[in-house]
């Protein structure tokens, strides 16, 4: 199963996870192998199994709705890359 | 003996006999890391301050009289993926190089609580994602028995930092076998308990419907003794179980007469080591000759187990890797617009394996492929499971290879991912189903430890370890530890 530059590149974007162009190279051709070995699943016919939702049955697990200590202002954002007051500080999502 | 060779019950009764104190069994390991850790490299993080002072607060408290639990002052490792207040947990990544949780995982608030002294945290691949500890963005850590081999992975520092006396036992987790490979590869006894069993709260997710915590030790005594302690409800994690948490040590008795045993054939994967399926052929011949009725068996979609894994394994490792997006985890790599920070943070924090499996993970996600990939791994789940539900229909425990060779050189297989992947063929199948897995030591092939692994129905802890106990009560294998 051949993947292209094209593919890699636009799952790439989807992850947001840039690429050298090393990788994008390895990355295509690993990816090719990977799905060449899990396509394998194809073989079995399973038109009429259900999917796996979860694998030890637990039902409606709930939590009494009320206010208990959480982490302070100081602690959230104790490990902020860049932070300014109390806020996290990202680059602009638009340009101005 | 040396105080640092000792098994974690066997020291526990010296301590409470008083004949030794916390603070020298803790002295005692610490010289050890000190001796064994440039070549071994199992630690990401030691402690050796806090732990003293940790291991003073027990004999403190022991000398006023105080009865303590059995655990308390036993020097452990915690693997790098489990939360712990105060010291930083970096998953041996360059992206959570600096990352300090402001909490403790509920496993080490427990251990805490038990006394248990944090000595360090141990190193694992990248995130939990391999099989040799390879992937570690810091370094590979050595396999004890000889350091020109992998310890396997993940937990592989937490393995060989028992394995080398640089811990009486450690934490690892294991999502497709990264408990169980290791403890096969080091000569240990690894426990995988039934999904739910350990909270995860505090746990670095990787692949949520597929994460357990479990421990490390030199005997299956040890294990049930960490089991009892790390085990039961928590509401900080929705998925953990209310089952009552029953005394494991109790369950400890040498006798496994009237058992059934059933020895699935597709197990022994082709391309095997003939001498490693030899030694759990005998291994599983010792379990006969204490009288279990030993009967062989098929699971038939068992060989599609690690296609199955290798498809939603990646799926959401790249879901719960998305949260490291250069906003609040320690590193952001400067960009012209928040997209360009992201790609430059990920590209620059994340390494190779971690980004094969996003690419991967995300690609079977994507529109177009999720039936064909995501949809048709959880149905394949299914299968499994079903195979394993009409198998402990008939037997109590399956009896299996735990890996298809022993522990493999340094760079044997770091350039070809499928290679890699196949060495958790005998160990991913109960992670799809959510069961328990327990390895045992049952032999040497060419000098190098093989496990024995034994699984059960959900819940069935009691009876894997007291199969466990049995075994390891007739052999000789439990006194066999590498020699320097």
Known sequence: MEISLAEVDHVAELARLGLTALEREQFRAQLSTILGYVNQLAELDTSHVPPSAQIIQVENVTRPDVVRPGLTVEQVLANAPVREDDYFRVPPVFEE | MNLAEMTAHEAADRLARREISALELTDAVLNQIDRRESTIRAYVTVLPERARQQAREIDRRRLAGESLP?????????????????????????????????????????????????????????????????????????????????????????????????????????????????????????????????????????????????????????????????????????????????????????????????????????????????????????????????????????????????????????SNLARYDGVKYTIQVDGHDVMEMMDRTREAGFGPEVKRRIIVGTYTLSAGYYDAYYVRAQKVRTLIKRDFDRAFEKFDVLAVPTAPTVAFPLGARIEDPVAMYLTDVCTVTVNAAGLPGLVVPCGLVRGLPVGLQLLGAAGSEETLLRTGFAFEQSGDWRNRRFGE
């Open chain 2, 70 to 318: 059995p655990l308390a002052g036993i020097p452990t490792a915690v693997k790098d993926n489990i939360s712990t207040q105060g010291i930083r947990t970096t998953c041996a990544s360059h992206m959570l190089e600096r990352y300090v949780p402001q909490y403790d995982a509920t496993v080490v608030k427990r251990l805490r609580a038990a006394g248990t002294v944090v000595l360090g945290k141990s190193n694992l691949d990248e995130f939990a994602m391999g099989s040799s500890t390879e992937f570690s963005a810091f370094y590979p850590t050595a396999n004890p028995w000889d350091p020109s081999l992998v310890p396997g992975g993940s937990s592989g520092g937490s393995a060989a930092a028992v394995a080398a006396n640089e811990a009486t036992m450690a934490l690892g987790s294991d999502t497709g076998g990264s408990i169980r490979l290791p403890a096969s590869f080091c000569g240990l006894v690894g426990l995988k308990p039934t999904y739910g069993r350990v909270s995860r709260y505090g746990l670095v997710a990787f692949g949520s419907s597929l994460d357990q915590i479990g421990p490390l030790t030199r005997d299956v005594t040890d294990a049930a003794l960490v089991l009892s302690a790390i085990a039961g409800h928590d509401p900080h994690d929705s998925t953990s179980l209310a089952w009552p948490v029953p005394d494991y040590r109790q369950a400890l008795i040498p006798d496994v007469k009237g058992l059934r045993i059933g020895v699935p054939s597709e197990y022994f994967v082709e391309g095997m080591d003939p001498a490693v399926a030899e030694a759990v052929r005998q291994g599983i011949n010792q379990l006969a000759a204490l009288g279990a009725t030993v009967e062989e068996t098929s699971l038939p979609n068992t060989k599609y187990a690690l296609a199955a894994y290798y498809v939603v394994a990646p799926a959401e490792a790249s």
